[in-house]
Protein backbone atom coordinates (compact mmCIF):
# COMPACT_ATOMS: atom_id res chain seq x y z
CA UNK A 1 0.00 0.00 0.00
CA UNK A 2 1.19 3.50 -1.26
CA UNK A 3 -0.18 6.76 0.07
CA UNK A 4 0.43 10.08 -1.55
CA UNK A 5 -0.69 13.18 0.78
CA UNK A 6 -0.51 16.54 -1.24
CA UNK A 7 -1.70 19.95 -1.36
CA UNK A 8 -0.05 21.78 1.96
CA UNK A 9 1.16 25.02 1.71
CA UNK A 10 1.21 28.45 3.13
CA UNK A 11 -2.09 30.21 3.51
CA UNK A 12 -3.60 33.70 5.31
CA UNK A 13 -5.84 33.08 8.19
CA UNK A 14 -9.16 32.96 6.76
CA UNK A 15 -7.70 31.30 3.41
CA UNK A 16 -8.70 27.61 2.12
CA UNK A 17 -6.55 24.29 0.77
CA UNK A 18 -7.30 21.30 -0.65
CA UNK A 19 -5.66 18.71 0.17
CA UNK A 20 -5.56 14.99 -1.77
CA UNK A 21 -4.42 11.62 -0.31
CA UNK A 22 -3.81 8.81 -3.87
CA UNK A 23 -4.00 5.56 -2.57
CA UNK A 24 -2.04 2.58 -4.69
CA UNK A 25 -0.60 -1.33 -4.91
CA UNK A 26 -3.81 -2.79 -3.24
CA UNK A 27 -6.68 -4.64 -4.17
CA UNK A 28 -9.45 -4.52 -1.78
CA UNK A 29 -12.19 -2.31 -3.48
CA UNK A 30 -13.25 -1.08 0.19
CA UNK A 31 -11.47 0.96 2.63
CA UNK A 32 -11.33 3.71 5.21
CA UNK A 33 -9.27 6.81 4.57
CA UNK A 34 -8.25 8.81 7.30
CA UNK A 35 -6.52 12.40 8.13
CA UNK A 36 -4.26 13.16 11.24
CA UNK A 37 -2.56 16.30 11.96
CA UNK A 38 0.43 16.62 14.05
CA UNK A 39 1.98 20.50 15.27
CA UNK A 40 4.73 21.18 16.88
CA UNK A 41 5.50 19.39 19.88
CA UNK A 42 2.49 18.19 20.06
CA UNK A 43 0.55 14.57 20.18
CA UNK A 44 -1.24 13.32 16.42
CA UNK A 45 -4.56 14.36 16.23
CA UNK A 46 -7.52 12.58 14.35
CA UNK A 47 -9.31 15.29 12.22
CA UNK A 48 -11.23 13.03 9.38
CA UNK A 49 -12.15 9.92 7.84
CA UNK A 50 -14.40 8.41 5.32
CA UNK A 51 -15.25 4.85 3.91
CA UNK A 52 -14.79 4.23 0.38
CA UNK A 53 -17.28 1.72 0.66
CA UNK A 54 -20.30 3.91 1.28
CA UNK A 55 -19.08 7.51 1.63
CA UNK A 56 -20.02 7.16 5.54
CA UNK A 57 -17.74 10.19 7.37
CA UNK A 58 -16.66 12.22 10.63
CA UNK A 59 -14.74 14.99 11.08
CA UNK A 60 -13.28 16.22 14.88
CA UNK A 61 -15.06 18.33 16.83
CA UNK A 62 -12.36 21.05 16.34
CA UNK A 63 -12.49 21.10 12.75
CA UNK A 64 -16.23 20.70 12.13
CA UNK A 65 -17.95 23.40 9.48
CA UNK A 66 -14.87 23.81 8.16
CA UNK A 67 -13.45 21.11 6.97
CA UNK A 68 -15.08 18.89 4.81
CA UNK A 69 -13.90 15.49 3.27
CA UNK A 70 -14.96 13.62 0.11
CA UNK A 71 -13.82 10.73 -1.70
CA UNK A 72 -13.50 9.37 -5.61
CA UNK A 73 -13.26 6.02 -5.63
CA UNK A 74 -12.64 5.85 -9.59
CA UNK A 75 -9.09 7.63 -8.69
CA UNK A 76 -8.59 5.72 -5.15
CA UNK A 77 -8.14 9.23 -3.88
CA UNK A 78 -9.59 11.09 -1.11
CA UNK A 79 -9.89 14.92 -0.25
CA UNK A 80 -9.94 17.29 2.26
CA UNK A 81 -11.03 20.45 1.85
CA UNK A 82 -10.20 23.12 4.63
CA UNK A 83 -11.98 26.11 4.57
CA UNK A 84 -11.67 29.53 7.34
CA UNK A 85 -8.51 28.26 8.19
CA UNK A 86 -6.67 29.63 11.66
CA UNK A 87 -3.71 29.20 12.55
CA UNK A 88 -4.23 26.65 15.24
CA UNK A 89 -4.25 24.24 11.92
CA UNK A 90 -0.69 24.81 11.37
CA UNK A 91 0.25 21.00 11.13
CA UNK A 92 2.04 18.42 9.57
CA UNK A 93 -1.06 16.90 7.73
CA UNK A 94 -1.11 12.60 7.42
CA UNK A 95 -3.39 10.36 5.74
CA UNK A 96 -3.47 6.78 6.27
CA UNK A 97 -5.11 3.64 5.85
CA UNK A 98 -7.62 1.49 7.98
CA UNK A 99 -9.14 -1.72 6.14
CA UNK A 100 -12.28 -1.60 8.41
CA UNK A 101 -14.73 1.05 8.69
CA UNK A 102 -14.88 5.09 9.81
CA UNK A 103 -15.12 5.42 13.04
CA UNK A 104 -14.94 9.29 15.04
CA UNK A 105 -11.96 9.29 16.73
CA UNK A 106 -13.42 9.68 19.69
CA UNK A 107 -14.22 6.19 19.82
CA UNK A 108 -10.68 4.97 20.42
CA UNK A 109 -8.18 5.45 23.26
CA UNK A 110 -5.88 6.36 20.25
CA UNK A 111 -7.18 6.47 16.87
CA UNK A 112 -3.65 6.02 15.30
CA UNK A 113 -3.83 2.88 16.44
CA UNK A 114 -6.27 1.84 13.96
CA UNK A 115 -4.73 2.62 11.11
CA UNK A 116 -2.30 0.12 8.91
CA UNK A 117 -0.68 2.27 6.61
CA UNK A 118 0.62 5.67 6.37
CA UNK A 119 1.25 8.69 3.92
CA UNK A 120 4.49 10.74 4.24
CA UNK A 121 2.49 14.05 5.54
CA UNK A 122 1.95 17.06 3.77
CA UNK A 123 2.87 21.04 5.54
CA UNK A 124 -0.08 23.48 5.93
CA UNK A 125 1.09 26.35 7.56
CA UNK A 126 -1.68 29.53 8.03
CA UNK A 127 -0.10 32.22 9.11
CA UNK A 128 -0.69 36.45 8.67
Known amino acids: VQLQASGGGSVQPGGSLRLSCAAS????????IGWFRQAPGKAREWVSCISTSDGSAYVADSVKGRFTISRDTAKNTVHLRMNSLKSEDTAVYYC??????????????????????WGQGTLVTVSS
Open 25 to 32: EFTLDYYT
Open 96 to 117: ALDWGVCRPGSMYRDPTDAYDY
